[in-house]
């Protein structure tokens, strides 16, 4: 080695802040950086000097093994960088980058240069990075909403969601973060459990409540929401940790059971008082047919009419009550669905009347019903009622409406299906409902009903192997039912 090299390189080693050593090709140090010498006696705790054999130093066999086969590369004039991890006697584990290159002289290997980078930090946040990505990505997994929230900025906005929070709220991530919780309950703000959660908060406590939400479409859910605050060591939060879980349908189960238990016994006691109701009405028609005065006359009748319009309400209630307890069955009896739906209009002809509602059947006058015979293996009194509740709907939502007042009902087949279908010019189904118009409770109506009857079509729908649905908009609404793999006949003009 030339002399000014061997100058720089003992410069280097002795001034400079490098971890960097030299050794001979027998191993033993040339030089060392004083750096160097500081750790191999803050790891090792020996004192080395020029001259000693570098791999005296290690204890371990194999690790002398590997270390005198890394040299020995190097003096073959190979060069090359390697990572390693050092635990030293205290157990403390440290990383570092080392990078092996010849020492030439008159284009002969006459030693090995070593330089090696301290890169334990590095490493620590590496791995730690790669925990809160696995942490991310676990999270990620579970099926239940997560949010997280930062008490401490105003507003105490979102700061994190998971992507089941999204799913369950329609909500993409970037809609979310940075906004207060409460814009998920929209003006359905007077919930007495949102205050204890602000409480819990303050409070630094957990919480857990039943809560009304509404997801970005508008449609309302119940969700059990836990709260958790995350504390440093001080014992201060830090962030509050949501879990939301959507237990809609529990809800809806529970209230349906109950429904059910309900109406079983109610649908016995209201058939025996409408039947009381129905002979005491018969009697009194045929008792006023003997008195004088007609003014008297008149109105008694009119007040039997009104209450049989009362009874035949109350009827429809207690049948819709009826099929939340008994699906229909499969039958091998052929009825004639359109000869169910006559069946059906004759139950409206009234209200009909009364609205001036004008009714065609495939886009020709009612009459040409006569002329359709498809055929169906059902109970006709299960479709006559299905026909009944789409027919209720449609005359319901164009009573309040003005001008012309228009229903069309389809009935034609093809060789796997049979299609009905009702479509009128009333007001349409409000928007909030659409979403939950199947569902039991839910009204597509300001007025009238229970909010069973389409929940009670698509169950004899699906019962029959069918598929219902619908469009509606402020102009006309439309509901279509298909029958499956039926054994019709033919359509008849």
């Known amino acids: 080695m030339r002399q000014i090299d061997t100058l720089i390189l003992q410069s280097i080693h002795k001034y400079s802040n490098i971890i960097m050593f030299s050794l001979d090709t027998n191993y033993r140090y040339i030089s ?18 020029i001259g000693d054999c570098m791999l005296d130093s290690i204890e371990d066999t194999f690790d002398k093994n590997r270390a ?3 040299f020995d590369k190097v003096l073959k004039g190979d060069s090359f960088t390697l990572s390693e991890e050092f635990i030293d006697k205290k157990t403390i584990s440290t990383h570092w980058e080392n990078y092996y290159t010849p020492i030439y002289e008159n284009e002969n290997i006459i030693g090995i240069n070593i330089i090696i980078f301290d890169v334990t930090h590095h490493v620590r946040i590496s791995r730690k990075f790669d925990e809160v990505k696995l942490f991310e990505e676990i999270v990620n997994l579970i099926d239940v909403g997560i949010a997280i929230v930062d008490p401490h900025q105003q507003d105490i906005p979102i700061i994190y969601i998971n992507n089941s929070f999204s799913k369950i709220t329609g909500y993409q991530k970037d809609e979310v973060i940075g906004k207060n919780g409460s814009f998920l309950h929209q003006n359905d703000l007077e919930q007495d459990e949102i205050k204890l959660l602000e409480d819990a908060i ?13 997801k970005k479409d508008n449609t309302l859910f119940f969700a059990l929401l836990n709260i958790t605050p995350i504390l440093d060591i001080n014992g201060e939060v830090i962030y509050v940790v949501g879990v939301l879980i959507d237990i809609t349908n529990t809800i ?12 079983a016994g109610l649908t016995h006691e209201i058939n025996t008082a409408l039947t009381s109701m129905s002979g005491n009405v018969e009697m009194l028609e045929y008792d006023i047919e003997t008195l004088n005065n007609k003014k008297i006359k008149h109105n008694i009748n009119d007040c039997l009419n009104e209450i049989k319009k009362s009874k035949k309400i109350i009827s429809n209630i207690t049948t819709s009550l009826h099929y939340l307890n008994n699906l229909p069955v499969n039958t091998e009896e052929k009825i004639n669905i359109a000869k169910t739906l006559l069946h059906a209009l004759n139950n409206f002809k009234d209200k009909i009347k009364q609205y001036n509602i004008k009714i065609s059947i495939n886009n020709q006058d009612i009459e040409k019903i006569k002329d359709i015979k498809i055929f169906y293996n059902a109970e006709d009194k299960v479709l006559i009622h299905l026909w009944t509740i789409l027919l209720d709907n449609s005359i319901d939502s164009l009573v309040l409406k003005d001008g012309l007042k228009n229903i069309n009902i389809e009935i034609y087949q093809n060789i ?17 409902v659409k979403n939950n118009i199947f569902e039991p409770l839910i009204k597509g109506k300001s ?10 079509a698509k169950n004899i729908v699906e019962a029959y192997n069918g598929r219902i649905s619908f469009r509606s908009d402020k102009t006309q609404t439309n509901f279509s039912i298909i029958f499956y793999n039926t054994c019709a006949n033919s359509l008849v003009d």
């Open 252 to 263: 809806e189960i529970k209230k349906l059971e109950s429904i059910k238990k309900l109406s």
């Open 68 to 70: 005198k086969c890394h």
């Open 32 to 49: 060392f950086s004083q750096k160097y010498n500081a750790v191999i006696k803050n790891k090792l705790d020996i004192d080395i000097k």
């Open 202 to 214: 303050s409070n630094k406590s957990k919480c857990e409540v039943v809560l009304r939400f509404y």
């Open 447 to 456: 007025f009238g009903g229970i909010g069973m009857g389409l929940f009670n």
């Open 416 to 432: 796997k299906e049979i299609i009905l279908s009702v479509t009128d010019n009333g007001i349409g189904i409000s928007d909030n």
